[in-house]
């Protein structure tokens, strides 16, 4: 309830999901909205489960300029593999 408030005097709306307890479902309203918000959620969230499963457990390399590098080939392979499943997807 603090979050949405800050949220609400920063002037933003909120986009956290509900969540129903026993005893008390969610309405249709908020399950409604649970669902519009899953849809922006879930293609975010998978473009980071994607990235994690390339990725070690850690960036070992010395120096922030190598870790940098590291990170920015991983995201050329994991925007590479979208491209030629994008590609394979437009021809079929």
Do not use: D, W
């Not at 473009?47 to 991983?74: D, P, Y």
């Amino acid at each position: 309830e603090e979050q949405e408030e800050r949220l609400k005097k920063a002037g933003y709306r909120s986009q956290i999901q509900r969540k129903g307890r026993r005893g008390k479902p969610l309405s249709e309203r908020e399950q409604q909205g649970n669902r519009s918000r899953s849809k922006v959620r879930s293609r975010i969230e998978h473009i980071f489960g994607a990235q994690s499963n390339l990725r070690r457990k850690a960036i070992r390399s010395i120096g922030i300029v190598r870790a940098c590098t590291e990170i920015g080939l991983m995201n050329l392979v994991y925007n590479m593999r979208r491209l030629c499943f994008l590609e394979r997807a437009s021809v079929s």
